[in-house]
């Protein structure tokens, strides 16, 4: 088994959030994993990119150049990333953010997820990361919806535990999008 994915947006969408969440899950299932972090020269609002690697061997290297799948947040990300995924790839779109002009995928399997509109349904818009994040692991199929809510605690910072259920109800809700897709 190998998956890789390159996970993109602005600085502030939780991008970085959304790598550690996808490799502790996949570390405590027992898979081998890479997470490399890549922020812009900006802070908040730059651009920042991450790429996870899960594999049942040992990881050569954290750089993909052609990945199985891409999360583009963003217009500029969509537009970097998605002309790179692999032909028989997966992209998942933001379609609440995203212009379709910026889409230009080689691949036949896009999932376009209104994720602020799905995130506001669990009750807080800014939660529209944990929504695709919870779309990637359902169509994936890597690992569970619940293996990523048991790694929230150690991913968040200790002030925003109160936010754990909201976040899970997030997860769900993309997952769930994901299976009706």
Known sequence: MYFDTIIAGFGGQGVMLMGNLL?????????????????????????????????????GSPIVQEPVSAVVLNNPSAEKFSP????????????????????????????????LELASEVGNPRLANM?????????????????VVKCLPEALDPRYHKMIPVNSAALSRGAEFAKQS
Request: positive net charge.
């Open 23 to 59: 490799a502790y899950a996949a570390m405590k299932a027992g898979r081998q994993v890479t997470y490399m972090p890549v922020y812009g020269v900006e802070m908040r609002g730059g651009t920042a990119n991450c790429t996870v690697v899960i594999s049942d061997k040992p990881v």
């Open 84 to 115: 790179k995924v692999k032909k028989n790839g997966l992209l998942l779109v933001n379609s609440s953010l995203v212009d379709e002009k910026y889409v230009q995928a080689r691949t036949k399997r896009i999932l376009r997820i209104p994720s």
């Open 131 to 147: 929504v695709m994040l919870g779309a990637l692991v359902q169509v994936s199929g890597l690992v569970t919806v619940e293996q």
